[in-house]
């Protein structure tokens, strides 16, 4: 089609070049720029498109002698693991080959380019080279974009490793040299980008209307039409007739020649023009981009969406579409299996809303022929470098994404520029003023305590500066989709001090399931955590949610104490945001309430089973300290330590809600003592029989160290450094954990058998021993020493039996296993306080009681290798260990196929290394309880090793069809963080 000329805004007086640069991510790029393009040639300006797209996506829609495409590809954007899966490495590696190897070039050829065509403005959506180029070339630069390549790849970067890093500091430095950003709705952080101007939407116009469209296809309108918009589709996907509700017909846009479909289903034209055909259509089924989010909003079409792995704009681009009523996600299982039907249902059923504006190519190609003829200039003291550094201090204290905290990595924010001083690195800026900026932050003085430079801290009280915004606008953008944002809007009285605890997950390192027999464990605290914000206010001046208060007034007892609680994340784990009690309801009369009676209260509703944890560690403190609770209680829980990855979600949970409750009632309570505590909560209220490891970790770890702890039942005794040259990473392997799962119980209950039955056999040899040295000396008898046999007699814990012991006197003792039943006749208990034995149940015993014995040894051996001289049998000895852990674990039953896959990874990357090719991995065993979650690799601290921990979770997905998650990097325990306490600040004066 031709365009009309002088369409749109009033031409220039001056004929204009434009430089017009595309990202390689996709068509939907090229289809805005089509938008933009064609307003900038109808008034006469001449645009030079540098893209990778074909022609024909300009070419179909612009048909002038002033539109010139020139066939480069300058950044490759993120490449596709699947249709629904982003690989994180290869869009890195991709990358480096595609932009940062050639880069010395592509800046020469770019510059003489720009130079050649007389270039006036250098457009960019949203190539970061182009920006370099343009100032080499001394050309004003703009960016046209709803996000930026280096808050895409930031994430990518954590993932992948810090190796890559120096990746997105040279795409924000690239950035920086833009003139501003023109910024388009459904928009993500964009930090390097300090002058922004918005515009509305950018969506192609139709060409025909509803009507026209159907009647060319044959379609009558009382059929229901679904177009499925789905570029890519899952390689060996075939589509069948009842994916769909009775009289229904789908269109499929990019259907393969070859692809046969069922009747009700209809192959579109490679070149049928989309925007036609979905605004005829009655919804839209297919992956979210900027694309089809613009025209689903802009047809009133609702959109029936999948979400999709490491596709880091989804989420701001979901948040618009289901604030204008306009989303409904599918899970991609049922995608994958055709159960279309409830959700295609669902979504005729909605009515979209959005009246913003469309006309967003026409605004922006106005600004950018006003920018053109030096109109649109920017002040010189927000230029280059400085410009830059604003935009990390100030700007990539990122925005909080409903269902996960996002946070600027911190190598980000503070190592050294390393593109050289040359360039301006905001990293000496940022220290010079870091310790002026602490004691005020995102509209709080801090009171009490420091952040300690961690990023994740800052995000979380960013988060809670903005829950008065969404309280007081109903157009925010948290507001839009997410309960529990409106819930912590109203949850806190800003003009009261609010108290901030943090505590991070654990990584199990060496020590495992030998904690509850006493064991020495090594465990390392991982960069994940959870923060938890609590606030106490007199019953009268409490805020109360509109349910609890008509609960109060039915019971006509006027104003009580409550606890009201929102936990973010609810989304994530398809539970209910919010909990709330009247802390009366922990009182049995004049009594606390018993634990059991506690749990019982929890298990009422499945969906608040949560709380448990969090409302738990108030009844603890009541109970086993004394502790009255008079006031209501208000808490915000955050956590981003992943749950069911066996890292310890809830012990992070559990230790940071203590900590910032004892905070705010001026309890002084030690990290070793909040950690039995919150063992309590666990092994009492939430009914999980784990070993007090975890909690430990949470509570007294320390960044880049092993916690040294002798389980019995809780002496740290030391922390030790982690060589410099070894590393240790987790990979989750998608088989979900819980210590409240059925293997571990039993396995634990097997190892409390087994301790009874070798202490009655050491019993019964000490009587025998003792009566048969009667007037002997002792020290002359050849059998066992009486003082052993009376130590093993009363054996506390498994651990404290060394393994040549248990193997000269009780291995050939012990049965494999023994029903439940029997057991109890013969020995009455197992004398474990928190599992209870199953009379019809057959449980293992041998190789349960076998492993602590075992591991204990094991990690002692470890824990003395660390220290020793650094050397390649150094590293294959720990390496080792790991291993035998990990089979021991298997032995108990406590094995998965995804575990055991990922340490068979581990061990072929190792023994397949060329003679010329140091090996990196050593070692790999499962963690935590097992039974799923995640895996332990040790290795070196080296490049090479975190390309073949990224080869193993390639490999992993290519087996499994999971993309299994990294966890590296370490971070305070709850006892160094200590707590924050922070006031609102109401004054417009800066600290």
């Not at 990518?156 to 040279?170: C, D, E, P, T």
């Not at 089924?285 to 979400?307: D, H, M, N, Q, W």
């Not at 991995?921 to 073949?948: D, E, F, H, M, P």
Request: hydrophobic residues 40%; proline residues 4%.
């Amino acid at each position: 089609m031709r365009i009309e000329e002088n369409d749109g805004f009033s031409a220039s007086s001056k004929h204009l070049v434009f430089a017009y640069y595309v990202t390689g991510h996709g068509f939907g790029h090229a289809t805005r720029v089509v938008e933009v393009v064609r307003h900038l040639i109808a008034v006469g300006h001449d645009v030079h498109v540098v893209t990778g797209a074909p022609d024909f996506v300009f070419t179909s829609e612009i048909q002038s002698p002033r539109l010139f495409i020139r066939k480069v590809l300058l950044d490759c954007g993120a490449v596709q693991a699947d249709a629904l899966t982003v690989d994180r490495l290869a869009s890195l590696e991709k990358y480096v080959e595609t932009a940062v190897v050639p880069r010395a070039s592509i800046l020469e050829t770019e510059v003489d380019w720009l130079q050649s065509i007389k270039a006036d403005l250098v457009v960019s959506d949203v190539v970061p080279v182009a920006c370099r180029a343009a100032a080499d070339a001394g050309i004003r630069s703009v960016c046209v974009t709803n996000f930026s390549w280096d808050f895409i790849y930031a994430e990518y970067v954590m993932a992948a490793g810090y190796h890559h890093r120096s990746i997105v500091w040279q795409i924000a430095e690239d950035y920086s040299h833009c003139e501003f950003l023109i910024r388009l709705p459904g928009y993500c952080p964009m930090p390097a980008f300090r002058d922004v101007i918005d515009v509305p939407l950018v969506v192609r116009r139709l060409h025909k209307s509803r009507k026209e469209v159907r009647k060319e296809l044959g379609i009558s309108e009382n059929v229901k039409v679904v177009i499925l918009n789905f570029g890519g589709q899952p390689s060996g996907w075939k589509l069948k007739e009842e994916y769909l509700p009775p009289d229904w017909l789908c269109l499929v846009c990019g259907a393969s020649e070859t692809q046969e479909l069922p009747p009700n289903f209809m192959k579109l034209a490679k070149d049928a023009y989309t925007p036609d055909l979905i605004a005829a259509s009655d919804c839209m089924l297919g992956k979210i981009g900027y694309g089809t989010v613009s025209e689903a909003l802009s047809y009133r079409l609702p959109f029936v969406f999948v979400r999709r792995d490491y596709f880091n704009e989804e989420p701001f681009l979901r948040n618009m579409l289901e604030f204008y009523q306009c989303g409904v996600e599918m899970i991609r299982r049922d995608l994958l299996m055709g159960h279309w039907r409830p959700y295609l249902e669902r979504a005729i059923s909605l009515k979209p809303c959005y009246e913003g504006g469309t006309n967003g190519g026409e605004v922006a190609a106005h600004i950018l022929q006003e920018t053109a003829i030096g109109r649109h200039r920017t002040s010189d003291k927000l230029s280059g470098a400085r410009r830059l550094r604003d935009a990390i201090v100030l700007g990539y204290q990122l925005q909080r994404v409903p269902g996960r905290d996002i946070a600027i990595p911190e190598w980000y924010a503070r190592a050294e520029n390393e593109l050289g001083q040359s360039a301006g690195s905001p990293t000496a800026q940022a220290s010079e003023n870091s310790s002026i900026m602490e004691p005020c932050i995102e509209d709080f003085d801090i009171l009490h305590g420091d952040l300690q430079g961690l990023p994740d801290t800052r995000s979380f009280l960013k988060s809670l500066s903005k829950l008065d915004a969404i309280q007081d606008s109903t157009k925010s953008t948290e507001k839009r989709t997410m309960r529990e944002r409106k819930a912590a809007a109203g949850l806190f009285n800003w003009e009261e001090e609010i108290f901030v605890a943090r505590a991070p997950g654990r990584l199990d390192v060496m020590g495992g399931i030998a904690d509850y027999s006493g064991s020495l464990v090594l465990q390392m605290p991982i960069r994940e955590a959870c923060h938890v914000a609590v606030q106490r206010n007199h019953p009268s001046k409490h805020r109360l949610w509109k349910h609890a208060l008509a609960r109060q007034q039915s019971k006509g007892q006027g104003s009580t104490p409550v606890l009201q609680i929102v936990s973010y994340g609810s989304e994530l784990s398809n539970r209910a945001p919010t909990f709330d009690m009247d802390l009366s309801d922990f009182m049995d009369g004049d009594k606390q309430l018993s634990y059991e009676n506690a749990r019982k209260y929890f298990a009422q509703d499945p969906a608040q089973k949560w709380a448990a944890y969090i409302a738990g560690t108030i009844l603890v403190l009541m109970t086993e300290l004394g502790v009255r609770f008079e006031d209501s209680i208000s808490m915000l829980v955050s956590s981003a330590v992943p749950d069911g990855k066996g890292v310890s979600s809830s012990a992070a949970v559990e230790v940071a809600s203590m900590s910032a409750i004892a905070a705010a009632h001026g309890l002084t309570i030690s990290p070793r003592e909040l950690a039995l505590l919150c063992q309590k909560v666990e092994n009492h209220i939430v009914g999980a029989p784990c070993g007090v490891m975890d909690q430990m970790t949470s509570a007294c770890g320390e960044a880049n160290k092993l916690l040294a702890m002798i389980c019995q039942p809780a002496e740290v005794i030391g922390l030790v450094e982690i060589p410099n040259h070894i590393r240790f990473w987790g990979i989750d392997s998608g088989i979900r954990h819980s210590v409240g799962g059925a293997d571990y119980g039993p396995v634990r209950v097997g190892a409390f058998m087994g301790r009874k039955m070798i202490k009655s056999i050491a019993s019964t040899r000490y009587s025998q021993s003792a009566s048969s040295a009667n007037g002997v000396n002792p020290d002359e008898l050849e059998d066992e020493g009486l003082e052993l046999l009376g130590d093993e007699a009363s054996l506390d814990y498994l651990c404290n039996l060394s393994p040549h012991r248990y193997e000269a006197s009780y291995a050939d003792m012990l049965p494999d296993s023994m029903l439940g039943k029997s057991f109890i006749e013969k020995y009455s208990d197992h004398d474990d306080p928190v599992t209870l034995i199953d009379q019809k149940c057959s449980y293992s015993i041998r190789a349960p009681a076998r492993h602590p014995i075992y591991e204990n040894f094991r990690v002692k051996t470890f824990k003395a290798l660390l220290t020793s001289a650094t050397s390649e049998e150094q590293l294959t000895a720990l390496g080792e260990l790991l291993y035998q852990c990990h089979y021991s674990y298997s032995a108990c039953g406590l094995g998965s196929d995804g575990t055991n896959r990922l340490v068979q990874l581990v061990q072929g990357m190792q023994h397949s290394k060329s003679k010329s090719e140091d090996g990196t991995l050593y070692g790999a065993k499962i963690t935590g309880g097992g039974s799923g979650g995640t895996v332990c690799v040790i290795g070196r601290n080296s490049l090479r090793s975190s390309q073949q921990i990224f080869e193993i979770q390639r490999r992993y997905k290519a087996a499994t069809g999971y993309l299994a998650l990294i966890f590296e990097g370490s971070s305070p325990g709850a006892g160094k963080f200590g707590h924050l306490r922070i006031r609102r600040r109401f004054s417009s004066s800066h600290c």
